[in-house]
């Protein structure tokens, strides 16, 4: 999963979107496709290289009028314990959504602006969770319980290692309407987590797995299972589940199909569904990558063309460096998910590509196609060893962009990242992190990975990473595991030196590992121009006076001048060079060359020459800037541009405030005014002033024109485009 957000440790990228055409064909024959258990009894011994331990059987219907699942499923499940076991147990995660207090934190954002945007619905809208309405093994009824997301189910004969039992289950599932993982929105429904699903067996804990679905995080730790779902629904829809896929017309009801899925050897089973979804799908070398999308814009073909195209290359980069996709398919849906990439096996679900999406350069995207690896082909429990699919899918994703020639997304952005302030172990559990999941598990993981990748070079760590592979291919990892893998394959050291950065609360990478202070200064230069265009970019007809374009265009490398009043009096020069700290620090960060001029006789000799090349900043009272006063009659005639009464505001008394319009001198240019009308500010507003000073210069917040502050330093007014990644950015 990847998940946005930007209150984690330091400066990082911040730039952080299935298709199956469905083939009319008879239903694969239910006794070839998955093997039913006994007539006779529902206890039965397997072979254990025949079938994976737990397999499905699942009929269900949806009731898209209600938004409800008819299901009943028939599970196979052996005991591959040394335990004999007295009952067997299943997560219904969908009961998550039983309550606001156990749905997941990540998605309430999301569902807060559904709220305002849908006043029709009601708070029991947004809840859902599933009904169990029977279970049996034999014809006969089985003792059961479902609490707090666990399905107990009582067992009629013990079960002996070896031995399987298959049970029948009926339930019934209500969607909630929103944003969560099981969902229904505008025209999609999001299908994680419908059915009851078996637990994992702790052999040395001599227990099931009960643990509920994280509140702020994932809980998704399955066994590798084989799947038959059989799927009722509206004609219209295209349906998206993992494995082999056919469609067939359901000969009992008109207008409806059964969509059937087969999938064995996979960690889980999802689907997504939309009448509205087309299909886009290529087949290379035996490879089918299909993507799931909404033709909502023109040309967006060509962008989900460019995604299959990079899932093709990071695929087969993937196949080299770790072991082989075995799937003869890999699917993509597109979605209303914000701020939120999820992993499925043999599916990813991305959100809505938009008009400037760079395909090639979209390492979320990859980051998800690499959790087929850890995740869905290497399990985990990713509630108590989330750095196992978390850490290394984040690895891949900058191993994949350094071998792709991509400097600022390859290894330097793991040699960039400063985690000292991060002191959570990477060893440890969900609950034990807090909120501190993405430095802990992704960018703490990913250096770990990295340290042991230099200590080793490039095909020691490969052969090491393929026989890690090879030993858990469909099975779950652990930490000890990995270790064990390390030590086989590159020696007591480096499995000593792994032990230690895992369980290390204050672990940072070596410094021989890291940048050095000219390569951190360069590449943060051309980070943070990358954020700028990428950010500005996402707005359509962003007007040329916008205040964050004075930053964008001296990233580029246009000449930037800022101008103090010179005439100021003695609080007010206070004022300005404690203003101007703040924005040189901010310019320091970024690599952005400037030139202050705080006196006149300067600003006289480079008005009309230099200074008519340059960007300029100008800061303090109107009256006793030189360069405002210079500039007059042009800045009142360009700042009609942008609907800014000059005269006006600059004769309100006590006002302060920032404008942005085109140099006077160069159309090519901009000049921004960050201004007060008193003799200085109020001594508590210099503070909230530079603050506001600096959120308009970045690309984090709304695109600003023009505003002005009340007393306590706050905008009353002004004007601005909308920046739709701005809640993104905004505090949690």
């Known amino acids: 999963m990847y998940r946005t957000t930007f209150k984690s440790v330091s400066k990082k990228t911040l730039a952080y979107s299935l298709a199956i055409t469905l083939v009319v064909c008879p239903i694969v ?115 059961f319980s479902n609490s707090n997301q666990v399905l107990t189910v009582k067992l009629q004969q013990e079960l002996k290692p070896g031995e399987a039992v298959t049970v029948e289950i009926g339930f019934e599932v209500k969607i909630p309407y929103g944003m969560q993982r099981l969902s229904y929105y505008k025209d999609i429904i999001n299908g994680a987590h419908w059915f009851p699903v078996m637990s994992v067996y702790d052999e040395n804990q001599h227990a099931w797995d009960k643990t509920p679905y994280s509140k702020t995080f994932e809980t998704d730790y399955y066994e590798s299972s084989d799947f038959e779902v059989h799927f009722n629904v509206p004609d219209s829809y295209q349906m998206l589940m993992p494995g082999n896929m056919t469609t067939q017309v359901d000969p009992k009801e008109p207008g409806r199909k059964i969509v059937t899925a087969v999938a064995d050897n996979t960690r889980e089973l999802v689907f997504f569904a939309s009448p509205n979804y087309k299909v886009e799908s290529v087949t290379r070398d035996g490879l089918t990558v299909e993507y799931y999308y909404f033709d909502n814009m023109p040309d967006k073909k060509k962008l989900v063309d460019g995604y299959i195209d990079t899932a093709f290359k990071a695929i087969s980069f993937f196949n080299e460096k770790y072991g082989k996709y075995p799937y003869p398919e890999f699917r993509i849906a597109e979605s209303y998910v914000e701020g939120v990439a999820v992993e499925f096996a043999r599916v990813i679900q991305m959100g809505q590509i938009a008009r400037n999406s760079d395909p090639a350069h979209d390492y979320v995207f990859v980051h998800e196609i690499a959790h087929q690896w850890f995740h869905a082909l290497i399990g985990n429990n990713s509630e108590k060893e989330s750095f196992l699919d ?50 802990t598990f992704y960018n703490k993981g990913r250096q770990a990975i990295y340290q042991l990748y230099r200590m080793v070079g490039e095909d020691k760590f490969d052969a090491f990473m393929q026989e890690y592979f090879k030993r858990y291919e469909y099975k779950n990892a652990t930490i000890q595991g990995l270790l064990q893998t390390i030590q086989d394959t590159l020696g007591d050291e480096a499995r000593k030196e792994m032990d230690k950065v895992l369980h290390d609360p204050h672990f940072v990478l070596k410094p021989e590992y890291q940048l050095s202070e000219a390569e951190t200064a360069a590449y943060w230069h051309e980070q943070f121009k990358n954020m700028y265009r990428s950010s500005l970019t996402q707005v359509p007809d962003l007007p040329a006076e916008t205040m964050s374009r004075i930053m964008d265009k001296a990233l580029q490398g246009e000449p930037l001048t800022i101008v103090l009043s010179d005439q100021a009096g003695s609080p007010a020069k206070k004022q300005q060079q404690t203003i101007l700290a703040q924005l040189e620090g901010t310019l320091g960060i970024m690599g952005i060359p400037y030139e202050v ?17 340059s960007n300029i900043i100008a800061i303090g009272n109107a009256k006793t800037n030189g360069l ?16 800014f009464d000059w005269k006006s505001k600059m004769n309100q008394k006590a006002s302060s405030g920032a404008y942005v319009i085109k140099q006077p001198y160069n159309q090519n240019r901009l000049l921004l005014h960050f201004f007060w009308n008193g003799e200085a500010l109020n001594g508590n507003a210099v503070e909230p002033f530079a603050e506001q000073m600096l959120g308009a210069l970045g690309f984090s917040g709304d695109y600003y024109q023009y505003y002005i502050l009340d007393k306590a330093g706050r905008i009353a007014s002004g004007k601005k485009t909308a920046n739709p990644m701005a809640k993104f950015f905004a505090d949690e």
Do not use: C, W
């Open 628 to 643: 405002i006063q210079a500039l007059k009659p042009g800045i009142i005639q360009k700042s009609k541009a942008i609907g």
């Open 597 to 613: 001029i705080s006196d006149r006789q300067t600003l006289k000799k480079k008005l009309e020459n230099e200074l008519g090349t």
């Open 390 to 439: 978390e850490g290394f899918a984040d690895f891949s994703k900058v191993y994949f962009a350094e071998k792709q020639g991509d400097e600022l997304n390859g290894f330097k952005s793991i040699q960039i990242d400063d985690l000292s302030s991060v002191d959570k172990p990477i060893a440890a559990t969900n609950t034990e992190v807090g909120d501190l999941e993405n430095p």
């Open 29 to 143: 024959n239910a006794t070839q496709a998955f093997a039913a258990p006994a007539a006779s009894s529902a206890r039965s011994v397997l072979a254990a290289e025949a079938h994976a331990p737990v397999q499905y059987r699942i009929d269900a219907r949806l009731d898209e009028n209600n938004m409800r699942i008819q299901g009943s499923e028939t599970v196979t499940y052996r005991n591959t314990t040394n335990d004999t076991l007295r009952e067997i147990v299943f997560h219904t995660f969908a009961d998550a959504n039983r309550s606001k207090a156990t749905q997941t934190s990540m998605f309430e954002r999301s569902n807060e602006e559904i709220r305002k945007e849908n006043p029709e619905k009601k708070p029991e809208d947004f809840l859902g969770g599933i009904d169990i309405r029977s279970a049996a093994a034999d014809g006969q009824p089985l003792v």
